[in-house]
């Protein structure tokens, strides 16, 4: 399905910083990408009445991407579906929170591509701190996860995932890593 509207709000102030941000209603249709929104049909019911909308788990999720508008879609589409999440524009500052508290945590989802600390960096120092930690890194470029272990052999990934990618895969992705 192809998504035509974009109803993604950034401020750029944000940037660098871990903040919260109001909520949108429809979560479950964003795709993560420039056209990004599927626009609510005011004449239909727009409410859920499955499942996702009302487990919570107890692990905590991290998301860290530099683009603030990823972060938001991202942090708020999973917070629907029942996941606790803390969200990072800023790698390093992601990488403090953990360190602070890294048994909190049971998955991080990070870009690939940051400025100052990378993706692949990240992970690295997540799983020295605590091995167990589930990753899934997210690119724009298609990679199998045997091809990064022959270029990357000394980091550790649980996943990956390409974006564009609906809440909906992520959440079945991070439900795949995490279990039910």
Known sequence: ????????????????????????????NLRISNTSAKEKDPNKDNSRDDNNTKRKFEGKLFVIDDDPDIVYVLKHGLQKNGFLVDAFTNPEEA?????????????????VRMPGLSGIQLARKVKQIDPDIKVVLMTAFE?????????????????????PISIADLTNKILDLIGE
């Open 143 to 163: 990679i199998k996860d045997n091809e990064f272990s022959k270029v990357f052999p000394s980091t550790q990934v649980d996943g990956f995932v390409q974006k």
């Open 95 to 111: 990488l403090r929170s953990f360190e602070s508290n890294p048994h909190d945590l049971c998955l991080v989802v990070s870009d």
């Open 1 to 28: 399905m192809r998504i035509q509207a974009a109803v993604v709000v950034a401020d750029p102030s944000l940037s660098g910083e871990n903040k919260e941000y109001s909520n949108y209603d429809n979560y479950d």
